[in-house]
């Protein structure tokens, strides 16, 4: 069954004569649609707050529609405070998640009054230097064996990120020593996971754990936050994860407690709902067929990264035999910069636009500058059909601007 697209191969056209490919664009009702179903399945929770992480799409008019829906924002860096700060999501509207933070960051995070949550025990004492501590913090957790984690983020034993088991009873015993009265505890140990169960069998985790400390500490916690991790199907056979069965059942795990749920999703927000628009513009007939396009991995490096899968869909095409077997791929000088391999495709000729699937997240935020490529423009499909530009594509001035010519 062919997938259905927000827009048609003349609407692409249209939008091309004003914004040549490639570009990034994003799908601003369905955004919010989707970010809507993930409340109402977690709405039996009084605190429950979504907090976007904002690594997956560092885009300010993203950002303020998600704050439309109550959203806030997950923040692992000095630029990523300063962005939510722009856009005037500040305070407890924003969880501070990072590791090896710099002062500044520190400093910045406190001073927007965000939720700060700490990812080394020895980053007790570093805060303190570098702020007083503040009113709430949260400690994130690694549990090393007891979780397998998957693929993407690695085995929880051999991440750099958290506190292990025995550092969180010592280290809630010193915050309660010095005053702090309110806690969180946070946890994230797999990324674009389809197992619905793996996030109920996190929260049955931290929940036991939570018993755990506040019985031994003596301390009361406010929220546990499940970091992020749920994943979208970027292969035709995969199931996106049933929100209302996990809300339903973690509901039940819940049973009922005065605590928070605290979540940081972000793949799953906007993935599936950006799409990379490029043009053909080159086909190559050697051990295998090629089709050249004028965007690259640059523009969206999971594929070649990770080997990752994202659907491919030729505009005006999509109803044609899919017979011919393609490599889609990029100009840069690396092989990797693919983004399908042996991929069974309708015939696809020069000019054609193709639709790279399911780019809404870590695609222009991991974008990058080797072999002096520049990264394309992001538009936004807006509720009643206009389309807007929210970042413009970067030029050659933009790629030298740091460089000094002086000498020369």
């Given amino acids: 069954m062919n997938r259905k697209l927000p827009f048609i191969k003349e609407k692409i056209e249209q939008i091309s004569k004003k914004f040549p490919t490639p570009f990034h664009i994003y799908d601003e009702k369905a955004i919010i649609e989707n970010a809507q179903k993930l409340k109402k399945a977690f709405s039996w929770n009084k605190g429950f707050k979504e907090y976007f992480a904002v690594k997956a799409t560092p885009n300010p008019h993203i950002l303020k529609t998600l704050q439309g829906v109550g959203f806030g924002s997950d923040c692992s860096s000095l630029g990523e405070l300063v962005l939510c700060e722009k856009v005037g999501i500040v305070g407890e509207n924003i969880m501070f998640t990072s590791n090896n933070t710099l002062p500044e960051e520190f400093v910045k995070a406190y001073k927007l009054g965000a939720i700060i949550n700490l990812d080394d025990f020895t980053h007790i004492e570093f805060l303190e230097k570098c702020v007083e501590l503040p009113d709430v913090i949260s400690f994130r957790y690694n549990p090393g064996d007891l979780r397998e984690g998957n693929v993407l983020i690695g085995k929880p034993c051999d991440a750099k990120f958290g506190f292990i088991k025995e550092q969180l009873f010592e280290g809630y015993k010193i915050l309660k020593d010095k005053g702090i009265k309110r806690f969180g505890i946070h946890t994230m140990v797999a990324s674009n996971e389809l197992d619905p169960k793996y996030f109920i069998e996190t929260v049955k985790m931290l929940l036991n754990l939570v018993d755990e400390i506040s019985l031994k500490i003596g301390i009361k916690f406010e929220f546990i936050n499940i ?108 092989n990797n910069d693919k983004f399908a391999i042996d991929r069974k495709l309708c015939e696809i000729d020069i000019g054609d636009n193709l639709v790279i699937c399911d780019a809404g997240a870590h695609g222009l935020s991991m974008g990058f500058q080797y072999n002096a490529k520049l990264r394309p423009c992001e538009l936004y499909l807006q509720k009643d059909g206009d389309v807007k530009l929210i970042r413009r594509a970067e030029n050659l001035d933009d790629y030298f601007c740091t460089l000094d010519f002086s000498e020369f």
């Fill in 227 to 334: 970091g992020g991790g749920i994943g979208v199907p970027y292969k035709p056979d995969e199931q996106a994860v049933d929100l209302e069965f996990v809300g339903s059942e973690i509901e039940k795990v819940f049973d009922g407690r005065d605590l928070k749920l605290f979540m940081e999703m972000g793949r799953m927000i906007t993935g599936p709902y950006g799409y990379l628009v490029t043009k053909v513009i080159h086909k190559k007939h050697i051990y295998k067929e090629y089709i050249g396009v004028d965007s690259c991995m640059s523009a969206l490096m999971r594929a070649g990264m990770y080997g990752e899968y994202h659907e491919v869909i030729v505009l005006g095409k999509e109803n044609n035999l899919k017979n011919f077997t393609y490599d889609v791929v990029g100009s840069l000088c690396e």
